[in-house]
């Protein structure tokens, strides 16, 4: 054990600190500041432990979201009182809507300093809102076995409601009184003897979660006309996911429609079934027709097709949707029934069906000759146009690599364009509340510790977090962050907005003026303009192991919105 004996604070902190590391705490994101100097110390002082320093509280909180969705182990995240911990906020939020395990400690003054002008002191009560899974305001600290005892428990308390039943944020506010630096001092003396490794032993890292209790089966209607939808899913054991998804498809005869925002594109050869051109097929009210489903099973939230959404909306079928207990993952209300297992048990129970019916084919000849179509355009086109870089990806990227996929434009040309693969790429995002904030943290809370990984993102929603270039001298890994820069928003193009000149250009798209090669100079990044498909190729189908580079490719958002209509609209033409 590593306990510090120098004051109330310093034993306070490192038995806090101890009792993390033993229930799995491995890092802690921690902010300068002087309230929370006891955190910072013990922390950054324990053997075990990585300890990541970041200005921005707001990059901090979404440096830790990232690696927390990586690891599925909960993150520390340690700021100073006042406004600091009001930025971490939107990472709070994100954790939230997406399940993602964060522990938020807040220094604070101690309850005798606050509401009397004591400087840098707010009300942190319950700062989130209802946001995390739990809220505590921790005693102030005291050398007392008691007060220790109930230290102790607390943080196993918020360990666990971290992880369960769903992941999460809590927040725990932390109030010091002074002196905060280790001064040495007499008030833990009588207490050395009494406070062992024993007082920690019994704690260990919790069990991986016990699957939910199993339902039976339900009664699935027989086919003809059903199918699996796959959305926005980050399992934490990809091939077991896809490995169910496909027995569960060919037990039953369905297709999959799965997002790109899924592992289940790339593990293509697993699932004969799979669909991927789902938005343009359905574009075509011909097959709109010809596909009408009866019944579907949907594995978390729906995928981000408005196309296939308002197909869903108007045909209605029934839904069993799987994944999420306690949510409502349906926007459309439509006729869904929650299915309280996961895929995996779900894909064992389920009874191998009568034989195929043609609902099936008809999908899966679509597929294919839309999948096609696709292909031979991407092929054989020169133009950098932005929506062929999930696809050039897919073909170029290393197998395994992490991909995080911006919002904005980059999330919709992942679902129309990202092809099958069995290059098991992991593709991260932040669809819990669809931010373009703290894009560039979250992929390098990604990427570190980890294998070199990619940031696929729009220029605005990298811009919104250039504070999270602080970071990249700390980064043990590599980052490649590819930036479409289209010089403003293009997702608004697509909007009838667009149509209202003024204002659409200086209030919606938002141009911008920044040098990007002077940007990644003053943050000594590499930078790189691509200009052809054969240098992209060259520049991403091995990637650095260690470092950060950006690599832009320049983008015309006024061409590009018509192109992509055109390109997905004669996909599937009849
Ligand atoms: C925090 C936050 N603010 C505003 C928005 C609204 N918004 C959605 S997309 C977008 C523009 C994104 O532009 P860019 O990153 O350049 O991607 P592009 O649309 O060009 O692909 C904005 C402002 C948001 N989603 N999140
Ligand atoms: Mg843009």
């Known amino acids: 054990v590593t306990l510090d004996f120098r004051n109330t604070n310093t034993l306070w902190a490192s038995v806090l600190t101890e009792t993390l590391v033993r229930l799995g705490l491995k890092l802690a994101v921690v902010s300068p500041g002087s309230r929370s100097t006891p955190l910072t110390v013990a922390l950054a002082l324990h053997p075990d432990l990585e300890v990541i320093p970041v200005l921005d509280e707001r990059s901090a909180g979404f440096l830790a979201l990232g690696a927390a969705k990586r690891a599925g182990q909960p993150v520390v995240l340690v700021c100073t009182s006042g406004t600091a911990g009001a930025n971490y906020y939107p990472a709070v939020i994100e954790a939230h809507e997406s399940g993602v395990p964060l522990l938020l400690l807040t220094a604070d003054r101690p309850p005798e300093l606050r509401d009397c002008a004591s400087g840098q002191t707010i009300d942190q ?49 932390c109030p010091f009184r002074d002196p905060l630096a280790p001064t040495p001092d007499a008030t833990t003396t009588h207490l050395k003897d009494q406070i062992t490794h024993q007082f920690f032993t019994f704690l260990s890292p919790s069990p991986p979660s ?64 799979l669909i991927t051109t789902y938005d343009a097929i359905l574009r075509q009210s011909t097959w709109a027709e010809a596909l009408v489903p009866d019944q579907v099973i949907q594995i978390g939230p729906l995928p981000t097709s408005k196309v296939l959404r308002q197909w869903l909306e108007r045909t209605d079928p029934l839904r069993w949707v799987v994944g999420a207990p306690g949510r409502n993952l349906d926007p459309l209300h439509g006729r869904t029934l929650p299915l309280n297992m996961d895929v995996v048990t779900l894909a064992h129970q389920v009874e191998r069906s009568l034989p195929a019916s043609d609902y099936l084919q008809r999908w899966l000849t679509l597929e294919q000759k839309t999948r096609q179509r696709l292909d031979a355009a991407f092929s054989s086109m020169d133009d950098l146009f932005e929506g062929k870089l999930p696809w050039q990806l ?14 904005s434009m980059p999330v919709r040309d992942l679902e129309w364009f990202w092809p099958p693969s069995d290059r098991q790429i992991q593709p991260y995002f932040n669809r819990g509340a669809n931010g373009i904030d703290g894009t ?66 200086t209030y919606f798209a938002t141009p911008q003026t920044v040098d990007l090669p002077k940007l990644c100079a003053a943050y000594g990044v590499d930078y790189s303009l691509i200009e052809s498909w054969p240098q992209f190729e060259a520049l991403l189908s091995t990637l650095p192991p260690t470092g950060v580079r950006l690599l832009e490719v320049k983008s015309d958002r006024y061409t590009t919105t018509a192109y992509r209509k055109t390109l997905i609209d004669q996909a599937a033409a009849p």
């Not at 199993?214 to 996911?241: D, M, Q, R, V, W």
């Not at 490995?243 to 498809?249: E, G, H, N, R, V």
């Not at 799965?258 to 594109?265: H, I, K």
């Not at 897919?394 to 919002?407: F, K, R, S």
């Open 210 to 273: 016990s699957p939910p209790p199993s339902l039976p089966p339900p009664s699935l209607l027989p086919p003809p006309s059903s199918l699996l939808l796959i959305g926005p899913t980050h399992p934490p054991n990809a091939a077991e996911f896809c490995a169910a998804i496909a027995t569960l498809s060919q037990k039953l005869h369905w297709p999959v429609l799965a997002e790109g925002l899924s592992p289940v594109r790339n593990f293509a050869s697993l699932n004969p079934h």
């Open 125 to 173: 009560q319950k700062l989130f809102g209802d946001f995390p899974n739990w809220y505590m305001e921790l005693a102030t600290p005291q050398a007392d076995m008691g007060q220790l005892r109930y230290l102790r428990q607390t943080l196993v308390q918020a360990w666990q409601r971290s992880l369960h039943p769903d992941p999460g944020p809590v927040h725990l506010n």
């Open 394 to 407: 897919a073909h170029t990227l290393p197998p395994g690599t992490p991909l995080m996929i911006a919002n």
């Open 440 to 505: 560039l943290s979250t992929a390098l809370g990604i990427a570190h510790g980890n294998q070199p990984a990619v940031l696929l993102t729009g220029d605005l929603a990298f811009l919104h977090d250039t504070n999270g270039l602080l970071s990249v001298p700390h980064l043990r890994g590599h980052l490649t962050i590819l930036v479409v820069n289209n010089n403003g928003g293009g997702i608004f193009e697509m909007l009838p907005i667009a149509q209202f000149e003024p204002p659409f250009e």
